[in-house]
């Protein structure tokens, strides 16, 4: 079984570019979440996908934007980067079916915005 | 909104050793799940143990075991015979019971484990 992988491993980019982020999700599994970490801190939502709709939202702007595929394969995409937005970002995947369903961690992608 | 608060930022054992790290929360929700994480310096993050809010016995696995205190809204994590490889972050962890598989973490702390 193929656990949750993720590309780039690492990427850098300049302030006002825009950036795409790539996950695969575990085989089996119907629901992707993003979250960032940024440096010495904890792992925060971004959003999360189900069944190639956003199925929740943390409080970050609308220039985080997502897609999820037919495949249950994630994107994260990041429009006018910001200094700030210099990050770890995760995606966790996991088999959504009204129980409790342990989320996957992808290795992250390390952005750094220059 | 729920919050996480983990205010030890580093700790350290020896090995074989016994630790316990703290976590405390906030919630209005009586249905949550709360978990740690451990993530190496690799950087995969990995489910170290999960406990249910309406479970009144405390989860164990292996060497790790947790006490929580649903009332004072306590999570810890105690690591029994400490090993070499329990080194890395620690992050408590906090999920609501229904709906959003949405995680709310605190910011970690670091583990270091001598020989």
């Known amino acids: 079984e193929t656990g949750v992988t993720q590309s780039p491993t690492h990427l850098i980019k300049t302030r006002g570019q825009q950036v795409t982020l790539r996950c695969s999700s575990q085989s089996g599994h119907n629901t992707v979440s993003w979250y960032q970490q940024a440096l010495g801190q904890g792992p925060q939502f971004i959003f999360q996908?189900?069944?190639?709709?956003?199925?929740g939202r943390g409080n970050f702007p609308p220039r985080f934007s997502g897609l999820q595929f037919p495949n249950y394969s994630s994107e994260l995409n990041v429009n006018a980067l910001e200094l700030d937005d210099s990050a770890l970002y995760l995606c966790a995947s996991s088999r959504t079916s009204g129980v409790y369903n342990e989320q996957f961690f992808g290795p992250g992608t390390r952005l750094t915005v220059l | 909104a729920q919050t996480v608060t983990q205010s030890q930022p580093e700790m350290s054992v020896q090995e074989a050793e016994t630790v316990t790290l703290s976590c405390t929360y906030d919630t209005s929700e009586s249905d949550y799940y709360l978990f740690w994480y451990k993530q190496p310096p690799s950087r995969q993050m990995i489910l170290v143990i999960r406990q249910e809010a309406y479970k009144q016995q405390n989860a164990t696995e292996n060497r790790f075991s947790v006490n929580f205190q649903k009332a004072a809204k306590s999570f810890s994590l105690k690591i029994s015979d400490s090993q070499l490889g329990d080194a890395a972050m620690y992050f408590c962890a906090y999920r609501s019971g229904g709906g959003s598989e949405k995680l709310v973490f605190g910011k970690g702390m670091k583990l270091t484990v001598n020989p």
């Open positions: 996908y189900y069944r190639e709709e956003e199925n």
